[in-house]
């Protein structure tokens, strides 16, 4: 069975950190595309990384440039992300979700997602 898990959400408070994980199971991650999405209540879900697993090259929207970092352990078949410097409005339930090759930022690309963890930023 083909399958991501997330972990690694929590409460923290302003400016600190969390790393989430996003397991894959059934499949190996090679020529796969990783993208972390968040979503809130009401609101399209954001694309807020996303990592071409062959090639290495990272993305990152303006809001999160130089705070979240994208990394792997493919021996683990398992991609992080790691979220400093956390913001109120960093709040969200985050996923991860794959596609073949190619980063894109629209989540209707994916092919699988995750069930998604919650992360508050909150003091």
């Known amino acids: 069975q083909l399958q991501l898990v997330e972990s690694g959400g929590g409460l923290v408070q302003p400016g600190g950190s969390l790393r989430l994980s996003c397991a894959a199971s059934?499949?190996?991650?090679?020529?796969?595309?990783i993208g972390w999405f968040r979503q809130v209540p009401g609101k399209e879900r954001e694309r807020v990384g996303c990592?071409?697993?062959?090639?290495?090259?990272?993305y990152y929207p303006d809001s999160v440039k130089g705070r979240f970092t994208i990394s792997t352990e493919i021996a683990k078949n398992t991609v992080y992300l790691q979220m400093n410097s956390l913001k109120p409005e960093d709040t969200a339930v985050y996923y991860c979700?794959?596609?073949?090759?190619?980063?894109?930022?629209?989540?209707?690309?994916?092919?699988?997602w995750g069930q998604g963890t919650q992360v508050t930023v909150s003091s």
């Open positions: 979700a794959v596609r073949h090759t190619y980063c894109s930022t629209n989540a209707r690309d994916y092919e699988l």
């Open positions: 059934g499949f190996t991650l090679d020529n796969y595309a």
């Open positions: 990592i071409r697993i062959n090639h290495g090259s990272t």
